[in-house]
Every structure is written in C-alpha cells, then in structure tokens.
C-alpha cells in the first residue's frame, strides 16, 4: 500500500477506534496475543533470518541483542497484551468537571491522539506493544521499524492483522511500512495530514533526525546515559549487585547504566571489589585520576565518556567529594532518563530524587526498572526524557488527550 494510503485508510479507523467499546477491544487484545502464541515458530524464524543478517554485516553485539527474539521474549509480547487488556480503559476518563455561574456544565474529558506514527530501530518486541497501547488507547498506529528487522516486524504485524480481522475489526488499526527508502521515512515525516503524533524510539542520531525533520508534532523519547551514585552512606554489599544488574543484565538497552559515580570517602574501600567483579563479566573501566588510583590498570576516562550511552561493555566512573557535586555531575551528564543512588541516608536520598532532573530517579535500586512493564502499564510505548505532555514510560494514558464537553440550556455569550 502506498504511504498516502496507508495514512488515509488509519486517518478513517481512527474514529471507529475513539469509539469502540473496552470489552471489544480487550476481546480483540487477548485474541493478538494468542496469535503471537500460535504463530510463534513463523515470527522466530523471521527474526532468525534478521539475525543472521545483522551478525553478516558486522551488527553490534548490543544491537544484536535488541533485536533477536527467544521463545521467552514472544512470550513476554503476549503478555504485554494480556496486562494492556487487564488495565482500565483511558479514553473517556472525566479528569474534571465544574459548573460555570451561568449554568454551564463543563466536562474534562479523555480522548485518543488520533493516528500515532512510530519510527524505531532494531527492537521488534515494540511492534507488539506498540499496537497494544495504541489500540487500547483508542488510536490507530503506523509503524516504521529499521530495515534489520523487517522480516521480525513484518511476522509480528501479519500476525496481529490477521488476528483483528478474525474479530470483524479492521486491520488498518496497525500498519507497517516496509519500504526501506529513506525518502519514505521523510515523506512519513510530513503526514500532517494524516498523523497527529510521531515517536521516535531508537539511538541519538534517529531521535535527533525525527526531531529537526518532522513536520508533525513529536514525543521525543530520549537515550539513556544512566548513572548510579554510591553514596558514602551506601550498603556496600547491596551496591554490588544493583550496580551490576543495573549494567550488564542487558546491554543495549536504554535504561543500563553507563556511568558510575562515587563519593571519595568509599572509593578505596569499594572501587576494588567492584571493578572485580564487572570485570568477570568484561566490562572495560574507564575511570578519572582517583578511580585509577584505586584501580590500577583502568582505562582513563576522557571528557566524552561522562556522556556517553555506551550500549556496551563499558562504564565510566567519576569520583566525588560531596553529594552536592553528584548532583551536579549527573545533571550536566544524565541525558535525563534514568539516574540511582545508593545510600542509607534517608535525607541524602530525598534530596538526590529532588533535585537530580531525570524523568526516573531511584533510591537503592537498578535503573533497569524505567519500563513500562516493570512499571504495570503492561508495556511502553518509549521513555519520554521531554518535559511536555509525557516524561518517563510512556503507558496508556500518555497516548491520550484531552477534550472539554459544555453542556448547556439556552446560554448565550452578552
């Protein structure tokens, strides 16, 4: 189908969308997730065939990562569908309602986007929860994924087409385009006409290409250099094993930790055993002067690496004096996703999630956690690290607007 087609036929399923009731579209949920079940052995072999591609053009492991598929992994799609058809419908949602002097009655009332458009890379797991938030939300989708994961992307769409006509609901609900050409990612760009919303999910440089080409409105989501701060008040023995789920549990994902810092007062006590045991799991250190000190034989770290989302077997780690040049740190480096810190210190830990400015922020716990799954939103549409209409997990409601509904009985404007 030819992109302009595609929109209008999303542009004409939007409004049925908007108005279908929750158990049809619950009913129509549970049914794509069962055919993702069914058609399993179809969408791993695709996804194979991805694989193997991207491992023949010398694809990085952590992108590699992202993309391959396990029986695991489908089954986790199909759960996300479940969980998206368990949680309460949003559209319709009355966020206020008041009564103006005159006698008019003033409704606050939750709607869908309309059509989203989705641009991202390498990840055919967001295909599934895509259309599940999407669709639960009221909205029509059009998705353009990377060209290494067509064949996955490809499996995963017919498969949920199939599945909503089977319910007598129209497939044009989610749509896939699968022209490679990049003057197609630009034309998709430009739908003004027929996309109300764009996200980007993926690496910099595609967020960055989303966000100064478009002409459609955008959510930007973000990339993730993540930090943990060992607070000199840290459990020691509980950082260890936060800091090393928090950066090797996977690799390529956003939510990782990519840069460690740490007080001055526990880094000759804590940097050895530390750098022991991430380099069991091969990671490279890269640290500054006194973090050599302690470790030596770590690579130096440069300016660029405090803001590098490495999406690899690399960290970098900065040592502290204060917890006010933590913060400081971390708010010139983060890119605002998802920073930790690790202190028994109740009030250090209150004003580390006050005043560090990330869209997550934890206290003694793995960063790993910024997702809409482990969140309860039974998926996520991306990580908003933007301050306007969503920031964090992207769930159900933050694929929605709003509308004000006026109800009256003869009221004219003097």
């Given at each position: 189908m030819e992109l302009m087609e595609m929109g209008k036929a999303a542009a004409a399923v939007k409004y049925a969308l908007a108005c279908m009731p929750e158990e049809e579209k619950n009913r129509a949920l549970l049914a794509a997730a069962d055919a993702l079940m069914q058609d399993m052995d179809l969408i791993l072999q695709a996804n194979e065939k991805d694989v193997r591609d991207g491992e023949a053009k010398g694809m990085h492991p952590g992108l590699v990562d992202r993309l391959r598929l396990t029986p695991e992994r489908v089954e986790a799609m199909a759960e996300g569908l479940r969980q998206v058809s368990s949680l309460p419908d949003p559209v319709?949602?009355?966020l206020d309602s008041f009564v103006r002097p005159n006698g008019l009655k003033i409704e606050k009332r939750r709607v869908p986007l309309g059509v989203i458009g989705i641009i991202y890379e390498s990840r055919p797991n967001v295909t599934a929860d895509a259309f599940g938030l999407c669709f639960k939300s009221g909205n029509a989708c059009i998705l353009k994924g990377g060209s290494d994961a067509l064949s996955s992307n490809l499996a995963i769409t017919n498969s949920l087409?199939?599945?909503l006509e089977k319910c007598g609901i129209c497939p044009d609900a989610v749509q896939l385009i699968a022209d490679t050409d990049r003057v197609v990612t630009e034309q998709f760009m430009r739908m003004n006409g027929y996309v109300d919303v764009l996200i980007?999910?993926?690496?910099?440089?595609?967020i960055r290409t989303v966000v100064e080409h478009s002409t459609v409105p955008v959510i930007e989501t973000g990339t993730g250099n993540c930090h943990i701060y060992v607070d000199e008040f840290a459990d020691l023995a509980k950082a260890i094993p936060i800091i090393l789920n928090a950066k090797t549990q996977r690799i390529g994902v956003c939510n990782a930790c990519e840069s460690l810092v740490i007080h001055e007062a526990v880094r000759e006590r804590f940097l050895p055993a530390l750098a022991q045991t991430l380099r069991e799991k091969n990671v490279e250190l890269r640290g500054d002067e006194r973090a050599l000190e302690a470790v030596p034989g770590m690579t130096a770290a440069t300016e660029e690496d405090f803001g590098t989302e490495y999406l690899d077997y690399i960290l970098s780690i900065k040592t502290v004096?204060?917890?006010?040049?933590?913060?400081s740190h971390i708010n010139r480096y983060s890119t605002g996703?998802?920073?930790?810190?690790?202190?028994?210190?109740?009030?250090r830990a209150e004003r580390f999630l006050n005043e560090v400015d990330s869209a997550c922020v934890y206290a003694n716990a793995s960063?790993?956690?910024?997702?809409?799954?482990e969140f309860g939103f039974g998926a996520e549409i991306g990580?908003?690290?933007?301050?306007?209409?969503?920031?964090?997990?992207?769930?159900?409601?933050?694929?929605?607007?709003?509308?004000?509904v006026i109800r009256g009985n003869g009221q004219i404007r003097k």
């Open positions: 319709g949602e009355v087409r199939a599945s980007p999910r993926g690496g910099a440089g595609l004096d204060s917890l006010e040049e933590a913060i996703h998802s920073d930790a810190i690790l202190t028994e210190d109740t009030e960063t790993r956690f910024t997702d809409g799954f990580i908003s690290t933007q301050k306007l209409h969503a920031r964090g997990p992207m769930g159900l409601k933050e694929l929605t607007s709003y509308k004000y």
